[in-house]
């Protein structure tokens, strides 16, 4: 056998810079846009044909529906985008990798790739050395572009030659007569080989060079193309692991449309790729089936043109090399027009039913928390500001939701305190509240944001001062969800020491989570309705500060005592007394929220 482990190795090597090729195009496009993709994604979805046309042209620019869907995956965890949003550009996704396809087909075969790459990577490598970061970025663009066509040049070169090596031929000629089951099977071969390499861009650059060379024919080749649109799904799913819920269902609905759309194809396969190449023959482009008979039939007839077929030895004015080219550029194209043709008809179907795609991701991955479902915010949006005055009273019920929110991470704190650390339900529940923190940070930046475009409209006087009374509020409950992840981590760092804490010390903690837990309850009702907000409630509030600041100075003087009459050590009472000033800390900042209230009472009074 011809083809050794080094040609293996240079077929690894040649897929490798490929998709290193388009990572780095990618990324280097990504930073030359800057903050303008992620602005144009949030702001493009407002319904179904926005976010569809958005998805189509981002992955069209990035050169990667996994880079995109990837991207709607984050967005999503973050609570920029809901999940219907999130299908519709995810769909449009689906359509915008056919670009990259057409890209590989139209230039793969056509041009030179080694008359273009070197100069390319010659005109790119000064931009790299400028001060400009976005010249830098144009240049890693280019440089990407270059390494993209050069990994499919010796993709070109290292995939094994089957006329060399019969006995493979043999081998995948006994799964290439199947009929139907052939079928299936090079299906699952698109699949397994598009989520090995995720890239269903590599996987339509490998079946085209095997098909347009006549070792498998259109069927064939078209079963590998649908199967890496199920296979390309692998990516997204892997970012959403880490995810919640809602990144999670993001990922699944991703899947789900491209299952639904092969169910369908596999339904109607032979009449829908006979369709296809009617369609590429009508366009002029040759019939795209016809290339492996022909192959077949110059080996049977002139085995030493056969041989030296695709080896380069024959000039390209031979009437058999040229015949095959043309052939070779119907397979691409009509490889192309498949692949578009089943997304666009995928898209049109089933871009009526996103509302039922989002019930069914929502059946297929359900929420372990109900709470968990509740990321996004709820009374205010990125639209247009019409009447700064009344959209002031939604930022005030959106205030009072991540008031609530933020109340919820006390009480995973204060369950934290009893779980045992390094186990794996701490994990999950530090893990969780670290998600939590993750989404007031994020919501602190969406309300102060909207706050600061309603104080730019035309405000009364006591508009202006509400505002800023509010953007204090705001950055006060941020605060608050610091504090308790920050009890977290003093507990990781506890289990990092090998530290217990016994009965007395987990007594007192609980007492102390009480008293923050009635302050912050308190805090929470006065934000529901902070235009009439009542003295009494005000009062309340200084009065649990007063019981937490008593409360604190109690167990500071006793843990001194308790450490010399050895009722724990004293690296116990160091992060004893670190999660007691940690708590003291949150009613600090609660209470800045109560004072902050009571300064807009007063100047309303005035």
């Known amino acids: 056998m011809n083809y050794s482990f080094l040609d293996f190795l240079g077929l690894l090597g040649a897929v490798g810079l490929f998709l290193y090729g388009m990572k780095v195009m990618s990324e280097g496009l990504q930073k030359a846009a800057g903050d303008r993709l992620r602005n144009i994604l949030s702001a493009m979805t407002r319904n179904r044909f926005t976010g569809t046309l958005t998805g189509f042209a981002i992955t069209a620019l990035i050169q990667s529906s996994s880079a995109s869907t990837v991207m709607v995956v984050s967005f999503v965890n973050a609570g920029l985008m809901s999940l219907s949003q999130s299908m519709a550009v995810i769909m449009g996704a689906n359509v915008g990798t056919t670009f990259t396809a057409w890209v590989i087909a139209l230039f793969g075969f056509k041009v030179n790739i080694s008359a273009f790459v070197l100069p390319m990577i010659g005109l790119s490598i000064p931009l790299l050395f400028t001060k400009k970061s976005r010249n830098k970025s144009i240049g890693e663009f280019l440089i990407g572009f270059a390494f993209l066509f050069m990994g499919l040049d010796l993709i070109s070169q290292y995939v094994p030659d089957l006329q060399s090596n019969p006995e493979m031929f043999a081998f995948l000629q006994r799964y290439a007569s199947m009929g139907y089951l052939s079928v299936l099977i090079f299906l699952a071969v698109g699949i397994v080989l598009t989520m090995v390499i995720q890239s269903s861009a590599a996987t339509f650059a490998i079946t085209l060079i095997m098909c347009s060379k006549g070792w498998i024919d259109f069927n064939l080749s078209c079963a590998l193309v649908l199967g890496s649109n199920i296979g390309t799904t692998i990516t997204p799913i892997l970012a959403s692991m880490s995810g919640n819920v809602a990144a999670k269902r993001t990922a699944m609905g991703h899947l789900l449309f491209n299952l639904l759309g092969t169910v369908w194809v596999l339904a109607l396969y032979f009449p829908f790729v006979h369709f296809n190449a009617w369609l590429t023959e009508t366009l002029g482009q040759g019939d795209p089936a016809a290339l492996q008979g022909f192959v077949n039939h110059i080996e049977a007839t002139d085995p030493e043109v056969y041989n030296h077929l695709f080896d380069g030895s024959l000039p390209d004015s031979h009437p058999v090399v040229a015949q095959v080219g043309k052939m070779q550029m119907s397979v691409s194209i009509g490889l192309s027009i498949f692949h578009t043709v089943f997304n666009l008809i995928n898209l049109s179907v089933m871009i009526w039913m996103t509302n039922l795609y989002v019930k069914i991701v929502m059946r297929l991955v359900p929420t372990k928390h109900k709470e968990d479902e509740e990321f996004q915010l709820k009374f205010i949006s990125g639209g247009l500001l019409n009447a700064a005055e ?36 701490f994990n999950n529940s530090f893990s969780r509240l670290e998600k939590y923190e ?18 730019e409209g035309r405000l009364s006087n006591e508009g202006k001062l509400k505002i800023a009374a509010m953007l204090r509020i705001v950055s ?40 923050v837990e009635s302050a912050m309850s308190n805090m929470v009702s006065l934000l529901s309705d902070m235009d009439n907000a009542r003295e009494q409630e005000i009062i309340t509030g200084y009065n649990r500060e007063r019981e937490i600041n008593n409360f604190r100075n109690q167990l500071r003087t006793s843990n001194i005592e308790n450490i010399n009459e050895r009722h724990y050590e004293y690296q116990a009472g160091i992060y004893y007394m670190d999660l007691v000033a940690n708590l003291e800390k949150t009613g600090d900042y609660i209470i800045n929220v109560v004072d902050a209230v009571r300064e807009q009472m007063r100047s309303k009074a005035v």
């Open 390 to 425: 009344l959209n002031i009273a939604q930022a005030e019920k959106e205030i009072a939701v991540f008031a609530e929110r933020v109340q919820r991470m006390i009480g995973m704190a204060q369950t934290l305190v009893h779980t045992k650390e390094g186990t794996e339900e």
């Open 438 to 455: 993750d989404i007031s940070d994020r919501m602190e930046i969406e309300i102060a944001h909207y706050l600061n475009r309603c104080s």
């Open 476 to 515: 006060e409950i941020e605060s608050i969800a610091d504090c308790c992840l920050g009890a977290g981590k003093i507990l990781i760092r506890k289990h990092q020491s090998h530290i217990n804490f016994n009965g007395e010390i987990y007594s007192n903690l609980d007492t102390m989570f009480s008293y």
